[in-house]
T-cell receptor, first 112, second 115 residues
């Protein structure tokens, strides 16, 4: 099935470092969502973006909806060990079923 | 807890057996989605309901799969004659279909292993 291109696939960083990841698509979406998934659990919603160019923060997390509507970015500042997990982007077309198309995920590992 | 719940959390079955999973969405949400996630991949859409109506099905949903939401509340996903390729995490999500929020909230998933 179609998936978005998410990069990097994995990151191994030192605690306290900032993290950046991105998601690109060949199709336009009018909503972008970012989720975090821990092993054996379902994805947990972190941030939702609804307008091109929108920049939204949730604590140490900041996400942006790309101007072209074909990409989105997630930044995590001052990473801590509990940030470990897999981060997924998801694109959505509102009013067209609203089903989500997911990226392949970015696995984040944090070294204390 | 008022989040999405799924049962069972884990299911091990032998090839050829039928299995059924249940999802209870957030109570005020009228949209319910099923996704499948295989190891190392993002979730992939299977089907969704608005109230009791099943409005869309993915090509991933073969004839052996059937989903219901009889009263517009909980939903069941049944897989008949399971195959080893059906081994995956089955995720349910719900959302409020209307207004400005289209956010989907996921349950913990049901991990299916077909031996």
């Amino acid at each position: 099935g179609q998936q978005l291109n998410q990069s990097p696939q994995s990151m191994f960083i030192q605690e306290g470092e900032d993290v950046s990841m991105n998601c690109t698509s060949s199709s336009i979406f009018n909503t972008w969502l970012w989720y975090k998934q821990d092993p054996g659990e379902g994805p947990v919603l972190l941030i939702a973006l609804y307008k091109a160019g929108e920049l939204t923060s949730n604590g140490r997390l900041t996400a942006q909806f790309g101007i072209t509507r074909k990409d989105s970015f997630l930044n995590i500042s001052a990473s801590i060990p509990s940030d470990v997990g897999i981060y997924f982007c998801a694109g959505q077309l509102r009013n067209a079923g609203n089903m989500l198309t997911f990226g392949g995920g970015t696995r984040l590992m944090v070294k204390p | 807890d008022t989040g999405v719940s799924q049962n069972p959390r884990h299911k091990i079955t032998k090839r050829g057996q039928n299995v059924t999973f249940r999802c209870d969405p957030i109570s005020e949400h009228n949209r319910l989605y099923w996704y499948r996630q295989t190891l190392g991949q993002g979730p992939e859409f299977l089907t969704y309901f608005q109230n009791e109506a099943q409005l869309e099905k993915s090509r991933l949903l073969s004839d052996r799969f059937s989903a219901e939401r009889p009263k517009g509340s909980f939903s069941t996903l049944e897989i008949q004659r399971t195959e080893q390729g059906d081994s995956a995490m089955y995720l349910c999500a719900s959302s409020f279909g209307g207004g400005v929020s289209y956010e989907q909230y996921f349950g913990p998933g049901t991990r299916l292993t077909v031996t």
